[in-house]
């Protein structure tokens, strides 16, 4: 028993280390999700051009998604990292995925850039909208759950209500995270899941489905009632049309999907200073993020600080004040 007692005093002070570690001396912290995904990509991207051009001493830290790390920002033990402005404003007022555990010390810096996804099927399903979708419900396995990447349901569950469903509709099939959502598809585990637009994982799944015509989006119902349907759940996203597309795997035909802002959020206790500097990097060299990260080639200043429940950092609207961009557009 003193050994085990040891081990876990060790393993407590190694996590205090690791939350610490990168705000000691000067360093910035930038929170971000496990190699590969968007949020460490977004942070690489980020943390790159605060060093280089804003001689913002900035560093990552890999932790296992939004729902680990918002805390962390909102208790001020991390000064930066990212998230969906759904999830932002659950976790803001503790509600959805966030039921309870309200984080009111979030602040919004600006929207990174607007996240594109949607429901997703092989292309021989014969499912081409979500009218379709619900003419073919009955018997098909859906990926649920996602225990490390909460919000996603919620995601699913938007565009299931959009058609006037739920997941009641379908045969549920756990799965652990987003990715692994994605990849159920593809290993033929499940018959519809949620797969961000022209995403890395999407592109395997396209390629190991290519005996059935690869992969193909679920069009969504642009009509008042379906779209109330929808933001009832996902108040802050927007549905979207895009064109069909060759290159991008789903995209054969043009298709409604769901669009979400990809946000940089803080604490309300980091210098006004700090966070007047990083908006004003993020802004002024779009084209350098998007060498290090493509997402950032959607960016629009224009549409960096839109309308939401969550303040804004005094030292972000700074930036927009001299700008010009208007707050809450």
Known sequence: MKNLGKKIAIALTSTALLTSSVMAAGVV?????????????TGQAVAKIANQEAGIVARTQPLSGTAAYLPLINNGEIEFGFANSVETEFAFSGKGNFDGRANPNLRVVGVMFPLRTGLMVAADSGIKTIADL????????????????????????????????????????PVSNFVKGIFALGDGH?????????????????????GRGGIKYVSLDLSDDAVA???????????????????????????????????????????DEL???????????????????????????????????????????????????????
């Open 29 to 41: 912290g930038i929170a971000s999700g496990q190699p590969g995904s968007l949020g460490h990509n």
């Open 190 to 210: 499940v018959d519809l899941t949620l797969i961000s637009l022209n995403s890395g994982a999407g592109k395997k799944v396209n390629a190991q489905l290519q």
């Open 275 to 329: 966070v007047y500097n990083m908006t004003k990097v993020i802004a002024e060299n779009k084209e350098k993020l998007g060498a290090s990260f493509g997402a950032f080639k959607r960016a629009n200043l224009s549409k960096m600080a839109p309308s939401t429940i969550v303040e804004y950092h005094p030292g972000a609207l700074k930036y927009y004040a001299e700008k010009g961009i208007i707050v809450g557009k």
């Open 134 to 173: 619900k003419a073919n419900a009955k018997g098909m396995r859906i990926a649920s759950e996602y225990t490390s990447s909460t919000i996603i349901p919620y995601y699913i569950m938007g565009a299931l209500a959009n058609g006037d469903m739920s997941y009641d509709d379908f045969e549920k099939i």
């Open 229 to 271: 349907r929808f933001k009832k759940l996902m108040p802050s996203g927007n549905l979207i049309s895009i064109k069909a597309n060759e290159n991008i795997p789903g995209m054969s035909e043009d298709a409604n999907l769901v669009e979400i802002p990809w946000l940089l959020l803080t604490n309300k206790d980091v210098s």
